[in-house]
């Protein structure tokens, strides 16, 4: 059997090799690998020349090429050889050594895919065929680009807007078997419709794609005939204007707790994606164009801008919006832009204002009204508590204020006056406290009498009473002794005497009432007035005169009388006082409009009548008010001697012819005398008359003071004082009353109670 087994493949082998070759039938002769490799590469067909059993053994290799031997090995006498198609030291290369035997074909043609087989021949064992189908990859060319226009592209396409279809077709020359063109957006493939081109050879993919900011992005072309290698590939940039996608604002700096800070600088960021080609960064606060930006920059691979802006809010900016605009300008105006809005959230210490609440004005509140002030407040975040101060001191919670002092608003129920001064309110948040402005509170009451009511001043009266706001109408109540009540009004405090009608020499019952337009005054200011002191001095300066005919008293007059009054007052036979005989006016005497505006004494004079020995004339001057008390003065026995006995009254009682011869006599004397006074210088025509000279302050202050004790010794003294009257003479009544103004301010006051007296005598 072994013997057999050897000798039969032995036989097949010899007669094989001689014999013309059978074709090689795939699938019933032996199987059949497919394999591919690619031009001018190199490829290695496996053949398994291994032996089934350990006796056979290998007698013949045979390669052959679409059934023509190529190659082969006789193991029995150990020779190779090769076809001379394939140049066997170069291109074919066996490696028997190693199972399966491999032939290893060498920088491939074209013409080198074709199906290959083996054959192989063992000794004991049937021959064994094994095919391979190779075929023989040739790669296409680069792909390039033609627009729709037929013009080629290189590296960059553009510019389109986003939308835009973008036509673009792909080539490739050659290429075995024919490649697959595609067109890729990345790794998305975007189009597989490959075709045949018009001209042999070539085939092409025409893209029609609707452009976004996604797929234009990184365009490419690839074409592959072969998974042995990677496609060929061609890329492309589209230029493609597009608006940013995503505009975000950023605080990195003066953020405290999440807010802004008022009056703190920040710094907020905008950024700026996918804007081609560079966006610009606008910043807006609430419609307002800010400009204090940085420079922006611009990422060109990433497409990210960034515009950094400083600012430092303001408290009225709190709930503001911020708004960062990325504006592409090369895009038409609408779509071209892309914005980030943030709300502002400003925190500040807050804003503190005082406000009155209720009527009436800002700063006012009437006595028992309720006062209502409110702390009007702006604050970010809420204010955590209020403090209330009155005039600069915190009010805390007692009787006066009450329990509500630290919440919004301050609530006096009945304001007193004690409640008038400056207000002030503080509110605190997290961020501080802030105090208002303080305001201050006048508290109005209705008009009430102080410093004793009813004042006289000079020759006023007035209303002395206390009121705010000030009274602006006085109600009077006038009633002079005896007479009807006066109603007046003023509009101020005062009211002049001479608005009041009827004798004012008496007392004068006065009674004001103020009112401020807050409410009537509660009791009216009252008081009794006299007025001695308005009186007019007690003339000084007077003398007793006898002219025409009758005792004449003349003074120099005294300020602020308006009439003067001459009194005689006689020896009373019952007892040895001083009685009122008459009383009469004074007038102004001839001389006045004369003398009045030269500045020359005038005098004032009144007649007296007859005067007796012992009788006394009085001189007081007077005004409204009353008299001044009387100078008394007392007719010299000169004067009284001249008024009682002239001389010619004396001649008219003698005998005719003596008196006439005397008349005569006088007659030729006092013409001569006459006529040589006439030459000498212009004479008097006036009678002189005879004067006395008297200032009696002393006399008639003893004297008034004896009237009103009714005493009599008193009047003794007068008189004997009297005795020292000046001899009145012609000579020396002018020096005194022309010489020297009347000097008015050199008199001692006489006692009130004795004016009383007198004025009520006078006033019969
Ligand atoms: C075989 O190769 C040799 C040297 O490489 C070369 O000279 C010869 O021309 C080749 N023959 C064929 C048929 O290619
Ligand atoms: C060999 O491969 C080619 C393609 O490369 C094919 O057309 C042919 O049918 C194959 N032959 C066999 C026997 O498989
Ligand atoms: C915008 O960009 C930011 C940061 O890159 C990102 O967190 C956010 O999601 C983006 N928004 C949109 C709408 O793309
Ligand atoms: C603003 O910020 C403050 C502090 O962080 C915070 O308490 C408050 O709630 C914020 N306000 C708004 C409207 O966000
Ligand atoms: C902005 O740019 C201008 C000129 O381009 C330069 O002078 C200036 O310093 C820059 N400012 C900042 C803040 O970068
Ligand atoms: C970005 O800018 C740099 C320098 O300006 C330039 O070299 C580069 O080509 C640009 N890149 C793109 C994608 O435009
Ligand atoms: C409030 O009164 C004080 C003095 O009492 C005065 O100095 C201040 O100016 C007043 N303020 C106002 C707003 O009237
Ligand atoms: C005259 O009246 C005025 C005004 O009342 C007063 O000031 C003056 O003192 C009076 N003169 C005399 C001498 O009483
Ligand atoms: C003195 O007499 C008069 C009448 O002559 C009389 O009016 C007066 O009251 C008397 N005085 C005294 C103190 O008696």
Redesign the pocket.
């Known amino acids: 059997m072994d013997r057999r087994m050897r000798v039969i493949p032995a036989l097949i082998c010899f007669m094989f090799t001689l014999s013309p070759v059978l074709a090689f039938i795939p699938g019933i002769d032996g199987p059949v690998i497919a394999q591919e490799a690619l031009e001018g590469g190199k490829t290695t067909l496996f053949c398994d020349s291994a032996t089934d059993s350990p006796n056979d053994e290998l007698m013949l290799l045979v390669w052959y090429k679409d059934n023509a031997p190529i190659y082969s090995y006789d193991a029995r006498i150990a020779s190779e050889w090769s076809s001379l198609s394939f140049n066997t030291s170069s291109r074919l290369k066996a490696d028997l050594k190693n199972e399966p035997t491999a032939l290893i074909v060498t920088n491939l043609r074209g013409d080198d895919q074709a199906l290959y087989h083996c054959r192989v021949d063992f000794l004991l064992a049937p021959t064994r065929n094994i095919g391979v189908n190779l075929t023989v990859i040739v790669l296409p060319s680069q792909p390039f680009f033609l627009d729709e226009f037929g013009n080629k592209v290189e590296r960059k396409i553009g510019p389109y807007h986003e939308g835009d279809t973008l036509v673009l077709s792909c080539l490739v020359i050659g290429g075995r078997p024919p490649p697959r063109i595609s067109w890729y957006s990345g790794k998305d493939l975007v189009d597989a419709s490959d075709g045949a081109s018009d001209i042999p050879g070539v085939r092409e993919n025409e893209l029609y794609l609707p452009l976004t900011r996604h797929n234009a992005e990184s365009l490419s072309c690839k074409a592959s005939n072969t998974h042995l290698i990677p496609p060929v590939r061609a890329s492309l940039q589209v230029e493609l204007f597009l608006p940013a996608y995503n505009v975000t604002i950023n605080c990195v700096r003066g953020l405290v707790e999440d807010a802004l800070r008022a009056g703190k600088k920040a710094i907020v960021q905008c950024i700026a994606y996918g804007s081609y080609p560079p966006p610009e960064i606008t910043w807006w606060l609430d419609h307002r164009h800010l400009t204090q930006h940085s420079n922006q920059s611009w990422d060109n691979v990433t497409r990210k801008a960034e515009s950094y802006l400083e600012f430092t809010p303001a408290v009225n900016e709190h709930g503001a919006t911020l708004a960062c605009i990325a504006t592409n300008t090369v895009m038409a105006p609408g779509r071209d832009s892309k914005a980030d809005v943030i709300i502002l959230n400003v925190t500040y210490s807050p804003i503190v204002e005082l406000s009155k609440l209720g009527d009436g004005r800002l700063n006012e509140v009437v006595e028992l009204d309720s006062l209502h002030l409110e702390c009007e407040v702006k604050a970010n975040p809420p204010v955590l508590s209020f403090t209330w101060y009155f005039n600069d001191v915190e009010i805390r919670p007692n009787r006066w204020w009450g329990n509500q002092v630290s919440s919004q608003t301050l609530l006096v129920e009945e304001v007193t006056r004690r409640h008038a001064g400056r207000y002030s309110c503080a509110a605190r948040n997290n961020i501080g406290e802030t105090r208002a402005e303080s305001i201050n509170i006048t508290v109005f009451y209705p008009p009430e009498c102080q410093d004793h009511g009813v004042t006289l001043v000079?020759?006023t009266l007035k209303c002395n009473v206390k009121a705010l706001p000030p009274p602006d109408t006085f109600f009077w109540h006038i009633q002079p002794a005896d007479e009807d009540v006066q109603h007046l009004t003023t509009g101020s405090a005062i009211l002049p005497l001479t608005q009041i009608t009827g004798s004012l020499s008496r007392t004068l019952d006065t009674s004001c009432e103020a009112g401020n337009g807050i409410a009537s005054q509660e009791k009216p200011c009252k008081k009794i007035f006299s007025f001695e002191q308005?009186r007019?001095?007690q003339p000084q300066q007077c003398d007793l005169a006898f002219e025409y005919e009758e005792f004449q008293m003349r003074c120099i007059p005294?300020?602020?009388a308006t009439y003067y009054e001459v009194s005689v007052w006689r020896m009373s036979t019952s007892n040895a006082s001083l009685v009122l005989d008459r009383r009469g006016s004074m007038g102004y005497g001839m001389s006045q409009a004369l003398a009045q505006g030269e500045g020359v004494p005038w005098l004032v004079r009144g007649p007296l009548g007859n005067l007796n020995v012992g009788d006394e004339a009085g001189a007081s001057a007077c005004n409204r008010y009353g008299c001044s008390s009387a100078l008394l003065l007392r007719p010299t026995e000169n004067l009284l001697h001249a008024a009682a006995n002239p001389w010619w009254k004396f001649l008219l009682e003698k005998d005719v012819g003596i008196s006439v011869g005397a008349v005569v006599l006088v007659a030729v004397f006092v013409l001569s005398t006459v006529l040589a006074i006439r030459l000498a210088r212009r004479a008097r025509s006036k009678p002189t008359p005879v004067i006395q000279v008297l200032q009696l302050d002393d006399v008639a202050r003893d004297y008034l003071e004896t009237i009103g004790d009714h005493k009599i010794h008193a009047s003794r003294s007068l008189r004997s004082c009297s005795s020292g009257y000046s001899d009145g003479s012609a000579e020396s009544a002018p020096t005194v009353d022309r010489r020297r103004k009347p000097r008015?301010?050199d008199w001692e006051p006489l006692p009130p109670d004795v004016t009383l007296t007198i004025h009520r005598e006078s006033a019969v």
């Open positions: 000079k020759e308005l007019p001095p005294v300020e602020n008015l301010w």
